[in-house]
């Protein structure tokens, strides 16, 4: 494999930079260039990456962060200008399979339809669980779903999965597929970058799919959020891109849709005391329609409050809780995962149980308290709920109060007098946000 270069950005992740390195010379031989690139790393990395010994590499030092978009897009194009046939792009913090290179290069040469394999992602912490395998945009909701997600591997699942895009974190491309395309819009710097590039190689009409025989082990992100960058980024990237991409007889659903998404994230985010996040959300929709594209302006990104949920606080408080869920499992696992954590002597009950068994401890003699999970606390609006339980959902917005169930059924209201408020607005942003993105397009 020659004519493959495998890209990796780095920052400040020395020690899972290493483990990642580890894994690429097992799966490679000295022949497969490596080109490591580092974002103004802090911890080490460049010196670790300077004295690393297990295989060579080539090291590009940015001298600033630029984001994964930008450290990619640097890496990209010292891959351009060499005589490559293909480029496999990972995140700093996956581990590959000893066959994952070699298994994607025989698919694409065998293959000529398909532009970018991604792998079969796992969770690094969970080794026999997806973290996903493939992916999809779904122009309805205007997000994007992750497939096979969260689930046990099994022989079951398909060895190719069309997708929309694949994670960069472990993708190869063929790179005629770049040189047609372009690189990675350096504008997103963190997120979203993946999805719309992809989203340009399909429009070249070439297949994105992802590989069973391409596996990889990701990293999670942190169980508890320090800051709100991912939200600002995310979210405003994400209303860029179905602003541009939405077909012109369907922009209204799409203004209207995104708009009650964000509304029901502030308004419960507010309930739940993240205020930084209400408030960077905000920031991330107003930047997205005012064109601010880039690195992130200085306050955008606030320091996550440090209270903890009212629902963690409510199950630290209990010995015994009855669970019943209306929910997909995704949410029922994070509730559980939550609770388990919270509270690690609370006995957990799967069947709505009143009274405790006879064979319950000391501790378990006052009745289960009952936990109600739901996909979204909002889907509770237009039913009668009970004062005597807890309902929660997968963000771990909580009803448990008179004070939260007064602000629920408030919340039908607010959303209106938001609606009517900012939607023509938004609208004459959005026109202009298309505008010139379609001038942008025509001049490149």
């Not at 929910?327 to 709505?352: F, G, L």
């Not at 308290?369 to 005597?388: A, G, T």
């Amino acid at each position: 494999m020659n004519d493959l270069v495998i890209v990796i950005c780095n920052w400040n992740k020395r020690d899972d930079l290493i483990k990642c390195l580890d894994s690429v010379a097992l799966a490679t031989s000295s022949k497969t260039e490596v080109i490591v690139v580092d974002n103004a790393s802090s911890d080490g990395s460049v010196e670790m990456l300077e004295s690393y010994r297990v295989r060579p590499i080539r090291l590009i030092k940015n001298k600033e962060n630029l984001g994964g978009t930008g450290g990619f897009n640097t890496g990209l194009r010292e891959a351009l200008s060499g005589n490559y046939k293909y480029v496999h792009l990972l995140d700093n913090d996956v581990i590959v399979d000893e066959n994952t290179f070699r298994n994607s290069y025989d698919l694409l040469e065998n293959e000529p339809s398909i532009g970018a394999v991604g792998s079969k992602l796992y969770q690094l912490d969970a080794p026999k669980k997806l973290q996903e395998m493939g992916a999809q945009i779904d122009w309805t909701s205007y997000q994007v779903k992750p497939l096979h997600s969260g689930i046990p591997d099994s022989t079951s699942l398909p060895e190719l999965v069309e997708s929309d895009y694949v994670p960069a974190c472990s993708v190869m491309i063929r790179m005629e597929r770049i040189r047609n395309a372009g690189l990675m819009d350096q504008a997103c710097f963190l997120y979203w970058d993946d999805i719309e590039w992809f989203d340009r190689i399909r429009q070249d009409g070439h297949r994105v799919v992802a590989y069973e025989r391409s596996k990889a082990w990701h990293k999670m992100g942190v169980k508890k959020k320090t800051n709100t960058l991912g939200t600002y980024y995310f979210q405003r990237n994400r209303i860029g891109f179905f602003a541009t991409r939405t077909d012109e007889n369907e922009i209204d659903q799409c203004i209207k849709t995104i708009f009650e998404d964000l509304f029901q994230s502030y308004y419960f985010s507010r309930l739940e005391g993240k205020f930084n996040t209400a408030k960077t959300i905000l920031r991330a929709a107003r930047d997205a329609l005012n064109q601010i594209r880039g690195k992130a302006p200085h306050g955008r990104i606030e320091q996550c409050e440090d209270n903890c949920s009212k629902f963690v606080s409510w199950v630290s408080d209990q010995t015994s809780i009855s669970l019943v869920d209306e929910c997909n499992v995704k949410t029922k696992s994070v509730v559980i995962e939550t609770i388990q954590m919270a509270n690690p002597k609370v006995r957990i009950h799967e069947k709505d149980q009143r009274q405790p068994s006879s064979a319950d401890s000391s501790l378990d003699r006052k009745p289960s308290q009952r936990c109600h999970i739901v996909n979204h606390v909002v889907d509770l609006i237009d039913k009668q709920i009970s004062p005597e339980v807890c309902y929660v959902d997968r963000f771990l917005n909580s009803i448990i109060t008179e004070q939260d169930r007064k602000l629920l059924s408030l919340y039908s209201s607010r959303l209106r007098h938001a609606q009517e408020k900012f939607i023509p607005k938004i609208k004459l942003k959005v026109a202009d946000l298309r505008s010139n993105r379609l001038t942008e397009k025509a001049q490149s």
